[in-house]
């Protein structure tokens, strides 16, 4: 059975491969930095699921003093010139869109297919996994046609890599490491302690007023967590279901429904939603870490002032 | 109260633009020992939680094939198709993306789009050729500001649609959770009263969107004074 272990197995062959080509760049200021940053992230994809936890941390740690003491960075120029560049756009044309709308058209493909494949009675894919694992052979499958259309030296693909990765840096780690902070958060108990804190501070005796503070309360829990997910349950529990269900009547479809989708408009605006707001930023190239937030910020308050509306006209009417 | 201390720590070092990653993992620490386990045992916890969230980064696997396309002038193609057509507009390129990604996501699609396989390679150029086919090379900040609408579509489109999906990890997490509390629902309920906010997102975004096609419009009639145009090294990124 082919397990997500598999799909690690690349990941830590791809990291490992970009830290080996950053430590042969002689040019590169950072080139040790930037190689034993990487080569410990390709250790934790590697042997991850054989190291003890605490082994596992320090990994984790070391990761994060390299990046503290500012030894990560610097993109590596571009490999052709513009002119290079724009005379193979022209030269291929709109063939070069194919590898690149062929990952997510087969994983896709290979998330439907490959279910319920059976290979000797056990199936050929952890279920649990399809999309991920897909998402892994759709990668190489695309790479693999870029190759045989492209012809460039073998050593390409990782130089290129390497240059995309060197350019997010740090930031392709954080939202693991949020995904991480979440599970401590959780353990320590900090989502109880937020609903006790605000249903001891607000006077929820209005049904109205238990809306707003619902709807606000999972966007805002939603900004400190960088996760809805985290909020629902939290909030749901500590105000939605004792007061807008419990004590006014409310419908708890239409609770849960607009009220997690108010999570949302929270992601929309927080640098804790590392996958969607900080990385893209580093993706591409932009000088301010929070320009994305800046501008989703107005959709995301204007929204979550339209589902508070709406949760107010429907939720004590069904 | 305590264990709130570890929030605050990511809220002050986040304000004070420390180095985010930095700032996360010293926000878990803090929070572990709050909660008073013992040092050792907090890396261990740290180790344990990064170590199962590994998934996360998978995304990155893409990076070979998109860098490989863009060494061919994936982008510079992406560029060009979009400049030449007469109607576009940055603003309505991401327009049409917008509404591509939230239908999409709607109908459980959600890997069809995304910031490395999307955002970068084709988005951000096209909508950068569309306002470069108007009016000629772009300032780096317009450049940027434009980059960063390209990746405020993908995102509002994927979160204001795939709640729509009735299989969707959301839903199910509602589902599960309202059942835990002695409360049957139907998934299909909790989409259906997900597509008001939907529309509303569409229409919201939507017309932020074209409003920023104005200003682009104005800008391009009325530079603005040289001295707010820096151009840097970013500036032919």
């Known amino acids: 059975m082919i397990r997500l272990e598999a799909v690690y197995i690349l990941m830590g062959l791809l990291v490992g491969g970009i830290a080996i080509v950053n430590l042969r760049d002689r040019d590169h200021p950072k080139r040790t930095g930037n190689a034993l940053f990487w080569g410990l992230y390709a250790v934790s994809f590697l042997f991850g699921s054989h190291l003890p936890d605490l082994a596992n941390g320090v990994l984790v740690l070391a990761m994060v003093g390299v990046a503290a003491a500012r030894a990560l960075g610097g993109g590596s120029a571009e490999s052709t010139t513009v002119e290079e560049r724009r005379a193979s756009a022209r030269r291929w044309g709109n063939r070069l869109f194919l590898p690149a709308l062929l990952v997510p058209v087969l994983t896709l493909i290979g998330t439907f297919a490959l279910r319920g494949v059976r290979v000797g009675g056990v199936p050929l894919v952890d279920p649990r996994q399809l999309t991920l694992v897909s998402l892994g052979v759709a990668t190489l499958v695309a790479l693999g046609a870029a190759m045989l259309m492209l012809r460039p030296p073998a050593a390409t693909p990782l130089r290129e890599a390497r240059r995309l990765l060197d350019t997010v840096g740090w930031a392709a780690v954080l939202p693991q490491s949020l995904a991480a902070l979440g599970a401590l958060f959780a353990a320590a108990g900090v989502g109880t302690a937020v609903a006790t804190l605000v249903t001891e501070w607000i006077p929820l005796d209005h049904a109205v007023v238990a809306v707003v503070t619902y709807t606000v309360g999972m966007a805002l829990f939603t900004i400190v967590m960088g996760n809805a997910f985290a909020a629902f349950p939290v909030m749901t529990a500590g105000i939605g279901l004792p007061l807008i269900v419990g004590t006014f009547g409310g419908d708890p479809v239409i609770m849960a429904a607009i009220g997690m989708l108010s999570g949302y408009c929270g992601t929309l605006m927080t640098p804790m939603a590392a996958n969607y707001n900080i990385v893209p930023a580093a993706l591409l190239e932009l000088p301010d870490q929070n320009g994305v937030i800046r501008v989703q910020f107005p959709t995301g308050v204007v929204l979550l002032v339209v589902n508070t509306v709406l949760m107010s006209l429907f939720v004590y009417r069904a | ?237």
């Open chain 2, 1 to 237: 109260m305590l264990p709130l201390i570890g929030i605050a720590v990511a809220i002050v070092g986040f304000i004070l633009r420390f180095n985010p990653l930095v700032v996360v993992t010293v926000a878990g620490i803090v929070t572990g020992l709050a909660a008073g386990q013992g040092l050792l045992e907090v890396v261990a916890t740290l180790g344990k939680a990064f170590n199962e969230n590994r998934y996360v980064a998978i995304v990155w696997l893409l990076l070979p094939v998109i860098g490989l396309l863009e060494r061919a002038g994936l982008k510079e193609r992406a560029h060009d198709l979009i400049s030449r057509l007469k109607g576009a507009t940055t603003g309505r390129v991401l327009l049409a993306y917008l509404a591509l990604r939230q239908i999409t996501s709607a109908l459980g699609l959600t890997s069809l789009g995304g910031h490395a396989q999307m955002v970068r390679p084709l988005l951000a150029p096209m909508a950068e050729g569309a306002a470069e086919g108007k009016g000629g090379e772009l300032d780096a900040p317009t450049r940027f500001r434009i980059r960063a609408w390209a990746a405020s579509a993908d995102n509002v489109g994927f979160f204001f649609g795939e709640d729509i999906f009735v299989a969707i990890g959301a839903i199910l997490l509602m589902k599960g959770f309202l059942e835990q509390n002695g409360i049957l629902v139907e998934p299909i309920q909790l989409s259906l009263w997900a597509i008001p906010t939907a529309v509303a997102a569409f229409v919201i975004h939507g017309t932020r969107l074209l409003l920023f096609d104005r200003r682009l419009a104005r800008e391009r009639a009325a530079p603005p004074r040289p001295i707010d145009t820096p151009t840097g090294p970013g500036a032919d990124a």
